[in-house]
T-cell receptor, first 110, second 112 residues
């Protein structure tokens, strides 16, 4: 079983739609959680960290459920520019390493 | 402030050839990483360096060597390239205790 699992998609949604991505992780010792965004043929970039209480950044909301070892990302009012692959990332306490999911591809169409 | 830079951007090798991928960061970060990214596999850690003078194996170290030349530079060497090493290679860096890894633009390597 992979340490971090994501639905690969693609998710094809119209502009203005709300879309949600889910991610599960297998290591209960995981302590830090992130969503990264990767555009086609580009490097990954941090989208947002995920905090225990949940957090929001504009149209993006991230939530964490430690009991179920589950992370989610909600995008409201989708824009064409949101088209990308979204990577779920976890790390364990006191480690210098990040574990990446394989990513979920989002395509927003007009 | 260039962030993380990588050279070359593209490379084609023949099986058995050797090469070194270069990475440098100007953010005074302690930790540096090398990943490879393959379709359907996601990013996999090859080697990392928590500080100058130290290196550790990641998930897929076989066939690779690394050198942390100084705080800024972390190179990845393929001694005898194989077609299975065809991939996109990303270098990244992170400050001690920081959340964010900053990635370079990647090197697209093809081994024939």
């Amino acid at each position: 079983r992979k340490e971090v699992e994501q639905d690969p998609g693609p998710f094809n949604v119209p502009e203005g739609a709300t879309v949600a991505f889910n991610c599960t992780y297998s290591n209960s010792a995981s302590q830090s959680f992130f969503w990264y965004r990767q555009d086609c043929r580009k490097e990954p970039k941090l989208l947002m960290s995920v905090y225990s209480s949940g957090n929001e950044d504009g149209r993006f909301t991230a939530q964490l459920n430690r009991a179920s070892q589950y992370i989610s990302l909600l995008i409201r009012d989708s824009k064409l520019s949101d088209s990308a692959t979204y990577l779920c990332v976890v790390s364990t306490y006191n480690t210098d390493k990040l574990i990446f999911g394989t990513g979920t591809r989002l395509q927003v169409f007009p | 402030n260039a962030g993380v830079t990588q050279t070359p951007k593209f490379q084609v090798l023949k099986t058995g050839q050797s090469m070194t991928l270069q990475c440098a960061q100007d953010m005074n970060h302690n930790s540096m990483y090398w990943y490879r990214q393959d379709p359907g596999m996601g990013l996999r850690l090859i080697y990392y360096s928590a500080s100058e003078g130290t290196t550790d194996k990641g998930e897929v170290p076989n066939g690779y060597n690394v050198s942390r030349l100084n705080k800024r530079e972390f190179s990845l060497r393929l001694e005898s390239a194989a077609p299975s090493q065809t991939s996109v290679y990303f270098c990244a860096s992170r400050t001690a205790g920081g959340d964010t890894q900053y990635f370079g633009p990647g090197t697209r390597l093809t081994v024939l």
